[in-house]
């Protein structure tokens, strides 16, 4: 993970240096609201926040690349009753994520630009906890992508699709996005569950 860590932020420092001071960076922190498809037929979204680095690179008139680093919360919650009891699954998969977006940007002014993006994502399983309660106690937690969880039912490596749009205003940046899931992220049963990610995100360029 550390090694992965490294590689990506060194690619946009290199990457930085290739395009001398045409380059902006810039810092996002938002809010993830994620299920997991194919979980349950009734399962609720759960709330995250997450952050991270970009770097926009120009590659020609209006077009930009923009790959990024992200810590990003993802996972789900059910809740059901059975026979009066109150049950409750909350599964939480926290993720080193990095983004390779193109951008289109449009100037409205000198401050304002309106900008809309699309691009592939890779995802790394840092850790998570999946938790089962009863009428508010808890009866089983399972460590999510350890090696020594001998439950552990999720892969670690998660990819798909990012599609969004935003604002920059001045050096401020507010955007949305919703990012797809397009590997199977269950390690055991027939359905194909994978990551549904709304976000809305607020940064700053550099």
């Known amino acids: 993970m550390k090694k992965i860590l490294t590689i990506a932020v060194m690619t946009i420092v290199f990457a930085a240096n290739g395009f001398a001071q045409d380059y902006t960076l810039g ?6 609201v994620a299920n997991i498809l194919n979980y349950t037929n009734d399962s609720d979204a759960k709330l995250g926040l997450k952050a991270g680095i970009v770097g926009c690179f120009p590659l020609a008139d209006n077009i930009w690349l923009e790959p990024g680093i ?12 059975v026979q009066g009891t109150n049950c409750k699954n909350v599964c939480n998969l926290n993720y080193l994520e990095i983004p390779i977006n193109g951008v289109y940007k449009y100037d409205i002014n000198s401050n304002l630009t309106v900008r ?7 995802g790394f399983g840092m850790y998570g906890k999946t938790k089962y309660e009863e009428d508010g106690k808890v ?45 199977k992220i269950n390690k055991y049963g027939d359905d194909k569950m994978r990551n549904g990610v709304f976000a809305v995100e607020f940064g700053v360029n550099f």
């Open 116 to 122: 809309g993006h699309f691009g592939p994502y890779f």
């Open 70 to 81: 992200y810590y990003s919360p993802k996972g789900t919650k059910h809740e059901w009753n």
């Open 27 to 32: 810092v996002r922190v938002g809010m993830n």
């Open 139 to 183: 009866i089983s937690k399972v460590k999510n992508f350890s090696s020594k969880s001998g439950n552990n039912n999720y892969n670690q490596f998660d990819c798909g699709l990012n599609l969004g749009a935003g604002i920059e205003f001045s050096i401020c940046y507010l955007g949305v996005q919703y990012g797809i899931g397009l590997t």
